[in-house]
């Protein structure tokens, strides 16, 4: 066990829709990241967060957007569903962002766009 | 595209073998690091190997890292069927924080 837990665990929705997915980081973990895993890949990196202002995105699109709290949860929007969105989506927390800090992946959300 | 490239896709091998898996990436790295994933669940960090460092040790895990090949390779010594799990590499990138960059991963199989 890692103390990253990630809701829901599973989501099934409508392309065009929104959706939310949270996560709550190890307490002191002050990064948390986002990542995309579609089928059969490897993850790929959304953004990350540290002390609740973006540090870092990756390549995807603008309806992808998040959200950090100081209670060391977090949130990943995607507004206006593609089905290409279908994909697990797993957050990691550490404590800082240097190469070193190892980050702790929670069991990720699998969402469903139909 | 994804900067890690993993060797082989799939292996299978038997109980008490040894399993090794390759990982190839493009460019300047910090650091490499090697992941389990469990059933397409979350990942669980294994062992991290320094730019400057050229094998490391953990338990029955052991990996290298050749930095002017740019590859890196995980061991699996005595292997057992609870090792039977999707192993990635990831990679660092120089002046990218922690930010990881994923392989394509190797899916093992340890039969009994």
């Known amino acids: 066990e890692t103390g990253v837990t990630q809701s829901p665990t599973h989501l099934i929705k409508t392309r065009g829709q929104q959706v939310t997915l949270r996560c709550s980081s190890q307490s002191g973990h002050n990064t948390v990241s986002w990542y995309q895993q579609a089928l059969g890949q490897g993850p790929q990196f959304i953004f990350q967060?540290?002390?609740?202002?973006?540090?870092g995105r990756g390549n995807f699109p603008p309806r992808f957007s998040g959200l950090q709290f100081p209670n060391y949860s977090s949130e990943l929007n995607v507004n206006a569903l593609e089905l290409d969105d279908s994909a697990l989506y797993l957050c990691?927390?550490?404590?800082?962002?240097?190469?070193?800090?190892?980050?702790?992946f929670g069991p990720g959300t699998r969402l469903t766009v139909l | 595209s994804q900067q890690g490239e993993e060797d082989p896709q799939a292996l299978s091998i038997q109980e008490g073998e040894n399993a090794t898996m390759n990982c190839s990436y493009k460019?300047?790295?910090?650091?490499l690091q090697w992941y389990r994933q469990n059933s397409g669940r979350g990942l669980v960090h294994l062992i991290l190997i320094r730019s400057n460092e050229r094998e490391k040790h953990s338990g029955r895990l052991r990996v290298t890292l050749d930095t002017s090949k740019k590859s890196s390779s995980l061991l699996i010594t005595a292997s057992r069927a609870a090792d039977t799990a999707s192993y990635f590499c990831?990679?660092?990138?120089?002046?990218?924080?922690?930010?990881?960059?994923f392989g394509t991963g190797t899916q093992l199989k340890v039969e009994l």
């Open positions: 460019t300047s790295i910090n650091n």
């Open positions: 967060y540290y002390r609740e202002e973006e540090n």
């Open positions: 990831a990679i660092i990138l120089t002046g990218g924080g922690n930010k990881l960059t």
């Open positions: 990691a927390s550490s404590l800082g962002w240097s190469s070193t800090d190892t980050q702790y």
